[in-house]
């Protein structure tokens, strides 16, 4: 059965950071895609930054370009979200998740198969 567990999260001001990590189990992660999403209240989840299914390239939100950073230990087992530069609009739930399928690249909520638990970040003004 695959598990994704995130953590980390919290509050803290803007201009501040934070750092998140998913633990995932139960299957070979290799050639599947994984990412981070998030979602405010109110509104819809949105793809935030992902490896690719080949774990070789990393895209990332326009939002967050330069602020964040996406990463992984080398078993390929952790990934990690490392987020400066901390802005309000960066409030949400926090999600990790893996694609259904593998070989496939996707910012689309709803390809991805297995998701985290889901973590709060909270950013003040």
């Known amino acids: 059965q695959v598990q994704l567990v995130e953590s980390g999260g919290g509050l803290v001001q803007a201009g501040g950071s934070l750092s998140l990590s998913c633990a995932a189990s139960?299957?070979?992660?290799?050639?599947?895609?994984m990412g981070w999403f998030r979602q405010a209240p109110g509104k819809e989840r949105e793809f935030v930054v992902g490896?690719?299914?080949?774990?070789?390239?990393?895209t990332y939100a326009d939002s967050v370009k330069g602020r964040f950073t996406i990463s992984r230990d080398t078993a390929k087992t952790t990934v990690y979200l490392q987020m400066n530069s901390l802005k309000p609009e960066d409030t949400g739930v926090y999600y990790c998740?893996?694609?259904?399928?593998?070989?496939?690249?996707?910012?689309?909520?709803?390809?991805?198969?297995?998701w985290g638990q889901g973590t709060q970040v909270t950013v003040s003004s």
């Open positions: 998740a893996s694609m259904r399928s593998p070989f496939r690249d996707s910012r689309t909520a709803n390809e991805y198969g297995y």
């Open positions: 139960g299957r070979i992660f290799s050639n599947y895609a």
């Open positions: 490896f690719s299914w080949t774990g070789r390239s990393t």
